[in-house]
């Protein structure tokens, strides 16, 4: 007789072998149906409190509002530097590009004729001098002896007059020697007048000594001419700057009126921006702003709003805008391009939210999508300034509301559950 009791142990073990044995003959097939069960629980759970989203939280925060544009570096204005007299160019002392200071030779003309102009002009300034000289040490000193001269002759003539006039009266003397005294005397005056007339031109202020000084100031003028005509010959730099533009070669005929080389004075560089009409209401003067060369994009430096130009390009829609950057960075240059981040509003310890959140912003009546009772719902918002990522939550949200990203598929009414980044 078996004994039961023994064989029950051996039959189950041999129960759950067979079943293990089926299992794992069927392993796939097993996997699959746990897999399945287990996407119809999570889809179950998913149905009854709604997808997972990642929503986007109101915070507190420093929002900064700007206006983004690009535009080019440039000088308040810039020097044309020409010549003032026709001539051949002799040789070009700068390059293109070459930053100068205010006196130094740019450009030098020919000169030859020039400076026998400045030699021919000295000739005529040493004439004159002379001719001053000689009316001073010779011409006058020799008219005031005359004079002397002609004043004893004219004395001496008087006294012979009066003696005859005397002897005559009483009849010691003829009437032909009375004449002859008074004709003695009448030339002696007309002598005396004539000495006294020639000291009177050649003294300062005479006709002679006023005529020799005219020449001496216009043969001194016409030196300055010449030598202003030579000092022409070098064209020199009129301030402190960069060379952006060198239009002339040597053994060119340079002639006043057309530019040989373009100057970007030292000092202020300004950045000219071209800003869309709709942002002109944003903008004011001695508004502070970040700029960036393209060719530097890691390096910012600061700028201020200097001018905002009272008409609108109406082919473009834009306004143009010139900020000045008093300590420009060394590697700007002429007409580079810049990218400027101007600062129009500023709010400190406010309530912020992504803009990625915020629904019809443009439209007057934004809104965003909360969380309420699980479910999404439409909450319209005041909002004010507007960074670059953020906007200002003025009205209809607190700190720590949720809101749905657009980009999330939620729409009004929908359950889900509110996820934070």
């Known amino acids: 007789m078996v004994d039961q009791t023994a064989a029950l142990p051996r039959q189950k073990a041999s129960s759950l072998s067979a079943l293990g044995s089926a299992v794992w003959a069927h392993r796939w097939f097993v996997l699959a149906v746990m897999l399945l069960l287990g996407f119809g629980g999570w889809q179950s759970v998913r149905a009854v409190l709604g ?16 206006v983004v544009a ?24 700068v390059q293109e590009g070459q930053r100068v200071t205010k006196g130094q030779p740019l450009i030098s003309l020919e000169a030859r004729e020039l400076k026998a102009a400045v030699l021919q002009a000295q000739g005529a300034v040493a004439q004159a001098e ?14 005031k002896e005359a004079l002397r001269q002609a004043q004893a002759t004219l004395l001496n003539a008087q006294q012979t007059y ?15 020697a009375l004449d002859e005294a008074q004709k003695t005397l009448d030339v002696a005056l007309a002598q005396k007048r004539a000495a006294e007339f020639q000291v009177f031109t050649a003294s300062p202020g005479g006709s002679d000594s006023v005529m020799a000084e005219t020449q001496l100031n216009q043969a001194r003028a016409n030196l300055d001419t010449a030598q202003s005509r030579l000092g022409y010959a070098t064209i020199l730099a009129p301030r402190d700057g960069v060379l952006i533009t060198r239009n002339v070669e040597k053994g060119a005929v340079a002639q006043p009126g057309k530019a040989l080389l373009v100057l970007a ?25 970040l700029a960036s060369a393209d060719a530097y994009p890691d390096r910012r430096f600061a700028a201020v709003v200097s001018y905002i130009n009272p008409g609108v390009d109406i082919s473009r829609a834009s306004v143009q805008v010139k900020l000045t950057v008093k300590d420009p960075p060394d590697y700007l240059r002429q007409d580079m391009t810049v990218s400027v ?33 699980g479910r999404a719902a439409k909450i319209p918002v005041r909002v004010g300034i507007r960074g670059n990522s953020h906007v200002e939550i003025v009205a209809g949200l607190s700190a720590g509301d949720v809101a749905v990203p657009q980009s999330s598929g939620v729409v009004t009414g929908q359950r889900f559950r509110a996820v934070l980044p």
Not at 131 to 138: D, F, I, S, W
Not at 162 to 176: E, H, I, M, P, V
Not at 346 to 370: F, I, K, M, N, Y
């Open 130 to 143: 002379a001719r001053m000289r000689q009316l001073a040490e010779l011409t006058l000193p020799s008219a």
């Open 51 to 66: 997808p997972a989203v990642v929503v986007d939280l109101v915070r507190r925060g420093d929002l900064v509002e700007t």
């Open 265 to 289: 004075p030292a000092g202020d560089v300004q950045l000219v921006l071209q800003i869309d009409e709709r942002n002109l209401g944003k903008l004011a003067l001695g508004q502070t702003a």
């Open 162 to 176: 009066d003696r005859t006039s005397q002897l005559a009266s009483n009849g010691y003397a003829t009437r032909a």
């Open 341 to 373: 981040d101007i600062e129009v509003a500023a709010r400190r310890d406010t309530l912020e939210l992504p803009v990625r959140s915020v629904h019809d912003l443009t439209s007057g009546q934004p809104w965003v999508l909360g969380v309420k009772d």
């Open 70 to 93: 690009s535009g080019h570096v440039e000088t308040p204005f810039r020097v044309e530097i020409g010549s003032q007299i026709t001539g051949t160019v002799d040789d070009v002392l």
